[in-house]
């Protein structure tokens, strides 16, 4: 069955910037959209649509799309930043959701 | 502001049905802007999308639980329901209701709204 693959963890310091991959074979024909998790948490919309940020998500986090991947940039990261970050989008169909299987984004 | 609420027993035995439903609250699920969906999260790991439903009725599962899974919608009462059947440890996860954005031609967005999650184990 069809999926999206990330990488299960990615580290940055404090103020530099952070890169999350996203890869499908439908991402060129589908939208990806980017959630964040912290513990304990549901998840919260951070990037629709490929690039689009909700209003109340800081200017920092910002996505992008090229062919088969999507990529998750958080700028300037900060140590409240530290979360699960997950990809979604469908499948070549559009009426079935699919998850990526998450990132660990660790801030040292 | 729209709310969520899932509600179901916490403790469901190997071999039988898990039944949960979600309670939808300041908004009116009869629109055709949007799904009413369920995912889940065993503990640790990632989320798995279950499946969706249209306020016609019109559901669309995940095609690994397809043959378990049920999601029913009651609009008179603004809310839908999940049923899985024969479920096993490896059901044991949070699960989440949760707003599904739909665009043109039925296709699936994001989701915009969710609920706080509810725990499920599955034990004897």
């Known amino acids: 069955s069809y999926g999206l693959t990330q990488p299960p963890s990615v580290s940055v310091s404090p103020g530099q910037t952070a890169r999350i991959t996203c890869s499908g074979d439908a991402l060129p024909n589908q939208y990806s959209y980017w959630y964040q998790q912290k513990p304990g948490q549901a998840p919260i919309l951070v990037i629709y649509k490929d690039t689009e940020r909700p209003s109340r998500i800081p200017e920092r986090f910002s996505g992008s799309s090229a062919r088969t991947t999507v990529t998750l940039t958080i700028s300037e990261v900060q140590a409240e930043d530290e979360a699960d970050y997950y990809c979604q989008s469908a499948d070549s169909s559009g009426t079935s959701v699919v998850f990526g299987g998450g990132t660990k984004l660790t801030v040292l | 502001q729209l709310q969520l609420q899932e509600s179901g027993p916490g403790l469901v035995k190997p071999s039988e049905t898990l039944s949960l439903t979600c309670v939808v609250s300041g908004g009116s699920m009869s629109t055709s802007s949007y799904y009413w969906a369920w995912i889940r999260q065993p503990p640790g790991k990632g989320l798995e999308w279950l499946g969706n439903i249209y306020y016609s009725g019109t559901t669309y599962y995940n095609p690994s639980l397809k043959s378990r899974l049920t999601i029913s919608v009651d609009t008179s009462r603004n809310q839908f329901s999940l049923k899985l059947n024969s479920v096993t440890a490896a059901d044991t996860a949070v699960y989440y209701c949760?707003?599904?954005?739909?665009?043109?031609?039925?296709?699936?967005?994001?989701?915009?709204?969710w609920g706080q999650g509810t725990l499920v184990i599955v034990s004897s």
């Open positions: 949760a707003r599904l954005v739909r665009a043109a031609r039925g296709h699936t967005q994001d989701f915009d709204y």
